[in-house]
């Protein structure tokens, strides 16, 4: 299978950042990785007084984040309040452990939550804007704040590059360079030469390798009918790297795809797909079963679909759900959906059924029986009880048009990875630090454990690159400037 599902790449062009051409040969903090991580990584630590630059492999930058819906896990924030959200930093953790199956380590759920809302303050000190917050996958409360990435990153890049801090694209990283265990620099492949920039603290955050059939089918064979679509640099060569020095991974058993994700190419597929499930859709399969508790995280639901025949199943909906599309979160966004033609869309269930292909009266006998239990107040089938999460209920899927997308499962982050602790240094296999090299983003295990809740992927990229390019900026100097 293809390793591209869509037509274009997107990524930030350099114009008008703090682009640098040339590799110096020493520097205070390397960051690599052009995705959330690295650049507030790169702030953090630039607001330290460090010379940071940040080396991105690919031309552009923005990596996994710009294809992620763009939501942030955060709690107590100004947005709950404007809409009457109750929520607490316990609930936080209580729920991240739930849904991680208690497979995380503690340690970084309690870094999260404790650092989430300075995290926040900060992101929103340098302009980043959030919108109205929606449940999503795994929250007890609506959490999730929907943000532009683009614009998210563009900030930050603009704000450490006033500090001083510089981005060098096109700049692949080769490999880490150690001496008696400390890290001091890195290994620069360019125009066919290897350049050797020397440092006081290197943080890896190059993503996870979502991009890599091979390594994916060595570590999570469970994937094999999945679509691949993180960043088009996420091959896990900054985890490699970091191998070589002997530091530990955890969590690769965890390896799950995103459910919703359109079947095959298309040029309005933004890489996130759409969750119609959460806001009163069903999934059914080829034959027109549901299979089931469509509540269910979309990770869960991702894998309840892989396992289904050709691992794609269908999205099934009425007006109801359709009226509750919001363009602002790509994940709600059914109506552009439908007028980009990837819906399939009927006046009743029967002409809907015909459509699909399915069974001959199974699609149009499991509505009933979904719609007559919901009616009766009856135990649903599949135990659902919810919308996502702990929230809403369900309706009956009753108002016409009736609508349906086929939906695939994609692997658009790994979430899982190095071994850290609190303050992002990467531990080797003994769990003990390795000297001045650091870790954040997707390429960081152990937050997540066996499960993903809506929005900790990018909450966390910024949360840990945060903590990262501080700690790391903090390194004593044993360069010769």
């Known amino acids: 299978m293809s390793t591209k599902v869509f037509a274009d790449e997107p990524g930030i062009t350099a114009e008008g950042l703090p682009v640098e051409h040339e590799l110096p040969d020493r520097v205070g903090v390397v960051v690599l990785g052009g995705g959330l991580a690295g650049a507030a990584a790169m702030l953090a630590a630039a607001e330290e007084g460090q010379y940071v630059i940040l080396l991105e492999k690919l031309p552009v930058l923005g990596g996994s984040t710009i294809r992620s819906a763009g939501l942030s896990a955060f709690v107590g924030t100004d947005e709950q309040r404007a809409q009457g959200i109750a929520d607490s930093e316990e609930l936080l953790r209580e729920d991240l452990l739930t849904v991680g199956l208690h497979r995380n380590d503690p340690e970084l759920v309690d870094t999260y939550v404790s650092h989430q809302a300075g995290t926040y303050r900060w992101l929103k000190a340098h302009g980043v804007e959030y919108g109205h917050i929606h449940a999503a996958s795994g929250q007890s409360a609506p959490r999730s704040h929907p943000s532009d990435t683009t614009a998210m990153l563009r900030s930050l890049f603009t704000a450490a590059g006033r500090l001083g801090a510089r981005i060098i694209v096109d700049a692949p990283v080769e490999r880490l360079v150690a001496d008696g265990g400390r890290v001091t620099g890195v290994v620069v492949e360019r125009d066919g030469a290897r350049h050797t920039i020397l440092c006081d603290a290197v943080v890896v955050a190059t993503g996870g390798f979502a991009r890599d059939r091979e390594l994916l089918d060595r570590v999570a064979p469970q994937m094999q009918h999945a679509l691949l679509a993180g960043g088009p640099g996420n091959s896990g060569d900054g ?92 994940i709600y966004d059914f109506a552009n959906r439908l007028a980009a033609g990837m819906l399939e869309t009927a006046d009743t269930i029967e002409e809907l059924a015909e459509r699909l292909g399915t069974d001959p009266g199974v699609l149009e006998q499991t509505v009933r029986d979904y719609n007559a239990r919901i009616t009766a107040g009856e135990r649903d089938a599949f135990g659902r009880e919810h919308l996502v999460g702990a929230v809403g209920r369900p309706t009956p899927i009753d108002a016409p048009p009736f609508h349906a997308q086929l939906s695939g499962t994609v692997v658009l982050a790994t979430y899982c990875g190095l071994t850290v602790d609190p303050a992002m240094r990467v531990l080797d296999v003994f769990g003990e630090p390795i000297e001045r090299l650091y870790a954040a983003g997707e390429v960081v295990g152990g937050l997540h454990g066996a499960g993903y809740m809506t929005g900790t992927s990018i909450g966390k990229s910024a949360i840990f690159g945060r903590i990262a390019g501080r700690h790391a900026a903090r390194e004593e100097s044993d360069l010769q400037w």
Do not use: C, N
Request: aromatic share 8%; charged share 25%.
């Open 239 to 330: 985890m490699v790297m970091a191998q070589a020095l002997g530091a530990g991974v955890r969590d690769l058993p965890w390896i799950k795809g995103t459910y919703g994700i359109y079947h095959e190419p298309h040029p309005d597929e933004d890489g996130t797909g759409i969750l119609a499930v959460y806001k009163g859709a069903i999934m059914v399969d080829a034959h027109g079963r549901r299979f089931v508790d469509e509540s269910r995280p979309y990770k869960e639901l991702g894998d309840a679909s892989l396992a289904q025949e050709g691992g794609r199943t269908w999205q099934v909906f009425d007006a109801q759900a359709m009226a509750q599309s919001s363009d602002e979160v790509p």
